[in-house]
């Protein structure tokens, strides 16, 4: 199983931008779909983003399109999560996901690895 750590969390004022960062060990990720969540206080967890194997291929949910873009350094192994205009409904702890089974890359239950989280708190 691939193991995932996501870093670049962080305090940030509204309107401004943070990049997330997913790095993945103990198998090449290269060929995998891989994916952004988030979950608020008190909220079931979301979709954020995803990205196919080869990166030519994205999908948003509608809260952040156009404001964050996902990307993929597959010799790095890396996922990156770049957020700009941030809101305070963007607070949140951020998600990476793994190991993809399924038809709906915007359902959580269909990723079978998940990280540990990195803290976004975004103040107004």
């Known amino acids: 199983q691939v193991q995932l750590v996501e870093s670049g969390g962080g305090l940030v004022q509204a309107g401004g931008s943070l990049r997330l960062s997913c790095l993945a060990s103990g198998r090449r990720v290269s060929s995998y779909v891989m994916g952004w969540f988030r979950q608020a206080p008190g909220k079931e967890r979301e979709f954020v983003a995803t990205i196919n194997w080869s990166g030519s291929s994205t999908t948003y949910a509608d809260s952040v399109k156009g404001r964050f873009t996902i990307s993929r350094d597959n010799a790095k192994n890396t996922v990156y999560l770049q957020m700009s205009s941030l809101k305070p409904e963007d607070t949140a702890v951020y998600y990476c996901?793994?190991?993809?089974?399924?038809?709906?890359?915007?359902?959580?239950?269909?990723?079978?690895?998940w990280g540990q989280g990195t803290q976004v708190i975004v103040s107004s």
């Open positions: 996901a793994s190991d993809f089974r399924g038809a709906d890359t915007s359902n959580s239950q269909q990723y079978n690895s």
